[in-house]
């Protein structure tokens, strides 16, 4: 009978310790102390302990969810503790964490706390994810909370709020359960891929039987990433085929010299080129014959958002007429102008992202497509050990077979929509091909990058990526096989005007700034807010200058006097009325304080309009893609052109 509060001793003992090795096997023998005292066969217990450990009430392929947010664990920590609102927000503000909040709260009131065991954690939990009324969920938790410690409670409260803070990943609960198992960690890897399940892959590490562990579709894989590079000669080099053996010196070479350096544009490059898209990195799951019209999509961070996009769910629903055995794909869901077959920018596209509810009108004004550019898992296979050339060869033939069938209409008639049913018939206007396959060519010189870098630029895309065609699919891991080229766009030189506390080590510093420019008769409007960039010691610095030239405090935000100057950075500007300015800042982030520059020298509205109109792919400011119905593609798989010399159907 395995008790809660071994993990929040182990947990308070890993966050104090910062060698990686030491918490692995602090984690590997308390895992291992569960497993030989546990009362089953299952290893159910040893199982919870790790993925408690990893921050997660439920696996990764349980779609359950406890459905607290911080205004109920809030509420419950008051309830319990006796605290009022102004303790809490004072613990809050010390710490920017609600668990150690709670820590302290409770320690105060000598709140004794009793046996807890994961068992009882995980009915709780269960009840929670059911629970129909936001009370029930409160007073689910409150009982856990009144029969914890302090300590106990710290951790409960971050397992539930999904950060435990305390250094460890998944990566590394997975290293220590092979640790304790004594089993090969790649196996252990593999299980909880495939099953998506992390203490399932700890039951099964000492049972014996990860190699029975068989693929589930329906829950998230990893997705590779890709390491930015800041020219096409950098990229070139990266990819270059290196000289096989030690090369003759060339006759003209003086004697006693050796040969120059030959130059990556002068040796082969084994690298695809593809444009780099402005969308939403996605998978797609379907075609399992056993839930025939089933379809998932999951976002990069791994949530599933398939009700945010009908359109490619009814789409995809009839992937199973055309092929057989379940797929996965990975690619970018795109805002997508049919008559011109370009992406829309990015800003167009996020008017979607995170709609529950969307309607004709949204599938009208912003519609969208998936575009391919990977194949994870076909024929009952996971492919990721492929060369990503034998992937590419697999993914385009699976696109030539489903690329008529994958196709959905603009608007649906909502009316006669049939639930579970996606056989949709809209007679005013036809389907539109919802698939599309990322063209992809090998590249051959860093000149030829270059070239290709601004033909992306100019059908309003944000770069190229270039991918080793020998590489093969690493889940949630971001080396050199995957590389991306884009430039930004420029800098601003803004003035700071107020500063948020931060949160983990941040707590109780003033860290993340909110800035602005000036318009033209010299008053400051907001234009963004960044968080990044600075040194830890430029931070601190900032966070005491800032207390003392506070001009308003609002208890999490502080006005502060206008006199700090930055350099921020960004990807690009969009029209937007969350600041003053009207416009807003995409992926800010700070390149330098300016001690050198005055006030009055930062930049103006003006020049931030300027920088706008000067991007190829802004949003026009007008209602954005109005869609008619379209004409169906002369050539049977519809994509953008990768050149302007072809033609975009």
């Known amino acids: 009978m395995a008790l809660f509060h071994k993990i929040a001793e182990l947990a308070e003992q890993l966050a104090a310790e910062p060698g990686k090795l030491k918490k692995r096997t602090a984690i590997a023998a ?35 969810k406890l459905n607290a947010g911080g205004a ?64 029930i969920r409160s007073a ?138 402005d969308g939403m990195r996605a998978q797609v799951h379907c075609g399992d014959p056993t839930q025939p019209s089933r379809v998932a999509i999951y976002s990069r961070n791994r949530e599933d958002v398939t009700e945010s996009y009908p359109e490619l769910e009814e789409a995809f629903a009839k992937v199973g007429d055309a092929v057989t055995g379940p797929l996965i794909f990975d690619g970018e869901i795109l805002g997508w102008d049919f008559a011109t077959g370009r992406a829309l920018p990015f800003a167009v596209l996020g008017q ?50 489903l690329v008529e069938q994958v196709r959905s209409p603009i608007a649906i008639d909502e009316h006669a929509k049939q639930p579970q049913s996606f056989m949709f018939t809209e007679p005013e206007e036809e389907s539109v091909e919802r698939l599309l396959l990322s063209p992809s060519r090998l590249v051959e010189s860093a000149e030829d990058i270059d070239r290709a870098y601004a033909e992306a630029r100019a059908r309003a895309n944000e770069g190229v990526m270039l991918k080793a065609a020998g590489s093969q699919y690493l889940p949630g891991r971001r080396g050199l096989a995957w590389m991306k080229l884009k430039r930004e766009l420029a800098t601003l030189d803004v003035v700071v005007t107020g500063a948020e506390f931060g949160h983990g080590r941040r707590a109780g510093i003033l860290s993340d700034y909110t800035f602005a420019v000036r318009d033209a008769a010299g008053e400051l409007k907001n234009v963004g807010k960044a968080y990044s960039g600075l040194t830890d010691s430029e931070i601190a610095s900032m966070s005491e200058w800032m ?59 003006a020049r931030v309009e300027e920088i706008y109109q000067s991007q190829v792919d802004k949003p026009t400011d007008k209602p954005i893609n109005q869609h008619t119905n379209p004409s169906r593609p002369k050539h049977k798989m519809q994509r953008p052109a990768l050149h302007p010399s072809e033609s975009a159907s």
């Not at 066969?41 to 990893?54: E, H, K, N, Q, W």
């Open 547 to 605: 207390m003392q030239h506070t001009l308003e405090d609002q208890g999490y935000f502080r006005t502060v006097e206008p006199l700090t100057i930055l350099e921020v950075a960004f990807n690009n500007i969009m029209r937007s009325d969350r600041h003053a300015s009207g416009f807003a800042l995409r992926f800010p982030r700070i390149v330098r304080i300016r001690d050198d520059k005055p006030l009055d020298e930062i930049d103006t509205i």
């Open 140 to 277: 689910l938790l409150e009982g856990l909370l009144e029969r914890t410690s302090p300590l106990e409670a710290k951790y409960l409260l971050k397992l539930v709020a999904g950060d435990m803070r305390i250094g460890v990943k998944q990566s590394l609960v997975e290293e220590a359960i092979a640790e304790a198992a004594s089993v090969p960690v790649a196996a252990v890897r593999n299980a909880v891929m495939l099953e998506a399940d992390l203490a399932f892959a700890a039951e099964r590490a000492f049972a014996g039987t990860l190699d029975a562990a068989r693929m589930r579709l329906f829950h998230p894989l990893g997705f590779m990433l890709a390491s930015p590079v800041d020219s096409p000669e950098e990229a070139a080099e990266r990819f270059a085929e290196k000289p096989a053996g030690k090369k003759k010196k060339p006759a003209s070479a003086p004697e006693g010299e050796a040969p120059a350096a030959q130059p990556a544009a002068a040796r082969n490059i084994s690298a695809y080129l593809e444009d780099k898209y």
């Open 30 to 64: 308390a895992i291992r102390r569960v497993h030989d005292h546990a009362d089953n066969a299952a290893f159910v217990d040893a199982g919870r302990f790790a993925l408690y450990l990893a921050g997660t009430p439920f696996a990764e392929a349980d779609p359950r």
């Open 352 to 401: 979607r992202i995170g709609r529950k509810r969307v309607s004709n009108e949204w599938r009208r004004q912003v519609p969208v497509v998936f575009m391919a550019f990977d194949l994870m898992f076909a024929n009952g296979t996971l492919l990721l050990d492929l060369p990503l050339s034998e992937r590419r060869n697999r993914l385009e033939a699976v696109i030539e077979k």
């Open 72 to 135: 109920l664990l809030s509420k419950a920590l008051l309830a319990v503790s006796g605290a009022t609102q102004v303790a809490l927000t004072a613990a809050y503000r010390r710490h920017g964490d609600i668990g150690a909040a709670a820590y302290d709260l409770l320690a105060a009131k000598n709140h004794p706390g009793s046996q807890l065991t994961l068992s009882e954690m995980a009915e709780a939990f269960a009840a929670m994810a059911t629970a129909k009324t936001t009370a």
